[in-house]
């Protein structure tokens, strides 16, 4: 029998931040062939009419402009997303942003504030949101994109390296507060991958990271999407709050 990555999620609503893009639209094309309805939550409206324009023809899917810094922005979209679907049973935190490539002395200020409100702030007000709607139907599976930035930390990348730690640490909080449930809690740590993200980095840096695999290429959205399929499944029943590597070998803890 041929080997497959697919996991089905017939009859499942999953909701997946930064979804119009990059990883997140990778994962969330993915759950969309398994079966599930979709909301993307992005805050690029252009993105968001090219990511329907790609879709699987006929499968469901719901997209909505959100500021995941704004809490009202988020309860607005899950309001509209609970009327249209009934119910969320995954959450995908995936939108994010590099910020610039600075030491840490000559960061910007503003730069920094930005990269933690929309990387770590945002996955903890979406999560915030989204738990009580999984609490009340005793299912739910939570899966944040964090990176392997967020272990090792990137010199030049302060700012994103801290933001993902602290999604890290955030996922192992609520993993553990949740164990008891059905909600189950995990965070994916991804070596570079190459997206659009790549845009907002120097050349310096993507070199830097790519040195550091020693796979020697970046990663595929579509193998991180397959990894995600995984952790949104009913059969990840018995890991929480737990970091899932995607890193072609450079960690392995």
């Known amino acids: 029998m041929e080997e497959t990555n697919e996991y089905r999620f017939p009859g499942r609503h ?5 979804g119009a893009n990059g990883i997140g639209f990778a994962i969330a094309h993915t759950l969309a062939q398994g079966g599930a309805a979709v909301s993307l939550w992005d805050r690029d409206p ?3 009419a090219r990511a329907r324009l790609d879709w699987p023809p006929g499968a469901p899917i719901d997209t909505a402009q ?8 988020i309860d607005d979209a899950l309001a509209r997303a609970l009327a249209a679907r009934g119910r969320v049973d995954i959450l995908v935190n995936s939108a994010g942003i590099t910020g610039p490539n600075a030491s840490v002395w000559d960061y910007p200020v503003a730069a920094w504030d930005e990269v933690l409100a929309i990387n770590l702030r945002g996955t903890f007000l979406c999560c ?3 738990v009580p709607a999984m609490q009340t139907a005793g299912y739910g599976r939570i899966v944040n994109i964090a990176s392997i930035a967020g272990k090792e930390g990137n010199p ?3 700012a994103y390296s801290a933001s993902k730690a602290g999604v890290i640490s955030l996922t192992k909080s609520l993993g553990k507060e949740l164990a008891q449930t059905g909600i189950r809690v995990n965070c994916v740590t991804p070596a570079a991958v190459r997206t659009g993200m790549f845009a907002q980095m120097t050349a310096q840096h993507i070199d830097y990271m790519l040195s ?5 290429r970046f990663g595929l959205p579509a193998e991180i999407a397959r990894l995600v399929a995984w952790l949104c499944s ?3 029943s018995f890991s929480t709050g737990a970091v899932f590597d995607a ?3 450079r960690a392995t803890y």
């Open 128 to 130: 915030r949101a989204v």
């Open 46 to 48: 252009d993105a968001l």
């Open 156 to 158: 030049n990348a302060s």
């Open 66 to 73: 959100v500021d995941i810094t704004a809490p009202a922005a």
């Open 212 to 216: 550091k695999i020693p796979m020697n």
């Open 234 to 236: 009913s059969d990840c």
């Open 247 to 249: 890193s072609g070998g």
């Open 14 to 18: 999953a909701v997946v931040t930064g």
